[in-house]
């Protein structure tokens, strides 16, 4: 099945500093890939859609300044946290998509591991 | 628009009961219907899907049908093992999004 990797799996940080978190498709081209936060015992919230060569699509509420996005290949996305806070800890998890047209159509998305990021 | 509602954990069984956890949904059109799984410090993993009305999806002894007439996704198993303890999510797909629920916290005790 189609793999996606994330790393790193943890970062830890000062506040202040910038991370960047990378998320690429192993064994597939991903035209779209979404990037997803997670707070602890909650369902994931979509933060933005990453579209390979444009800029992604930001969610209401999330500061596309403080969390840069850039797909630059159809392989890899990446999600730059910038001036980290401790407000930011949180698990994020990328997820990527291989679209496959049947009857009825349907897609999945794949996603990655998730990235523990914990901002001192 | 477009949601799930998935039933409230978290649960608790003890090994070898039966599991059913309640997934509704709504939405336009003809959504693709997902069960997730997501073990303690992991990222989500396929656990099963169905793509159309009366299609049943099962993986590792769990399954699930796509019922269009009561818009549901129940995710059931005839025996649990401690091995089954993580959290599940439902979600649908409607092309350009996918909607999870807010996830079903499951803990099964020897």
């Known amino acids: 099945g189609a793999v996606v990797s994330q790393h790193p799996s943890r970062v830890i940080c000062k506040s202040g500093t910038s991370v960047k978190i990378e998320c690429r498709s192993l064994?597939?081209?991903?035209?779209?890939m979404f990037w997803y936060r997670q707070f602890p015992k909650q369902s994931l919230m979509l933060m933005a859609t990453s579209n390979e060569g444009s800029k992604a699509t930001y969610e209401q509420g999330v500061e596309k300044d403080k969390f840069l996005i850039n797909h630059a290949s159809l392989t890899l996305s990446t999600l730059t946290v910038t001036s980290a806070h401790p407000e930011d800890s949180s698990f994020y998890i990328c997820?990527?998509?291989?679209?496959?047209?049947?009857?009825?159509?349907?897609?999945?998305?794949?996603f990655g591991p998730g990235t523990r990021l914990t901002v001192l | 628009g477009d949601s799930v509602t998935q039933m409230e954990g978290p649960v608790t069984l003890s090994e070898e009961a039966f599991l059913t956890i309640n997934c509704t949904y709504t939405?336009?059109?003809?959504?693709?219907l997902f069960w997730y799984v997501q073990y303690p410090g992991e990222g989500l993993q396929l656990l099963l899907k169905?793509?159309?009305?009366?299609d049943k999806g099962s993986n590792k002894g769990f399954e699930a049908t796509y019922r269009k007439e009561t818009t549901s996704f129940h995710l059931e198993k005839g025996s649990v093992q401690v091995s089954d303890s993580a959290v599940y999510f439902c979600?649908?797909?409607?092309?350009?999004?996918?909607?999870f629920g807010t996830g079903t916290s499951l803990t099964v005790i020897p």
């Open positions: 939405a336009t059109g003809y959504p693709s």
């Open positions: 064994d597939f081209q991903a035209t779209t």
């Open positions: 979600a649908l797909s409607t092309g350009n999004q996918f909607y």
């Open positions: 169905a793509t159309k009305a009366d």
């Open positions: 997820s990527a998509r291989d679209y496959q047209i049947e009857v009825g159509g349907w897609d999945e998305q794949f």
